[in-house]
């Protein structure tokens, strides 16, 4: 979908055509939900914090300014659901990486055709999790938008209300960061 028909879809919702939101949620949830759970670790903290975010969204529709991107403008909602929800969390995040870990091992997806393939695989995303989970919270953003949400720098440095540099620098330093902890592991 355009940046046009989100304006019209949001013009409709606006005029109380309430089932055109749907239109929206089902557009976006799977990029909001990847990138809650690209933050949390958790596959039930994504859940809830997508829902958070749409919820947001829709109570804050009427704030929306229309030249805009609807796009940017809900990624940087959920984003900020994602931020409060782990100032309030008082967990290591490497716990997180855990309970991902668990998840994966206990078989999450189909049997494997190469197990032995699949299982080194999965152990580099685990230890690729783990080290994102390090990261401090404003370069972890920076490289899950550009990297995992496949954003430009762009739209990363809009949605993170930064420069186009900035943006740039958090996610080099970022991907320095993931390279010597992978390294260290490796």
Known sequence: MTEGEDRKTVEAVLRGERAAYAVLVDRYKDRVFNLAYRMT????DADDLTQEAFIRAYVNLSRFETEKSFFTWLYTISLNTVRNHLKKRNRDFIDNAVEW???VAAGAGPAASDP?????ER???ELLQECLLRLPLDTREAVILRFYQDLSFEE???ILGISLSA???RVYRGLE???EGL???G
């Open 41 to 44: 670790g958790r596959f039930s």
């Open 101 to 103: 870990a668990e998840h």
């Open 116 to 120: 032995e393939g699949d299982m080194n």
């Open 123 to 125: 152990q580099l995303q």
């Open 156 to 158: 990363t440095a809009e």
């Open 167 to 169: 943006a740039k620098m």
């Open 177 to 179: 960061k993931l390279k």
């Open 183 to 185: 390294s260290k592991k």
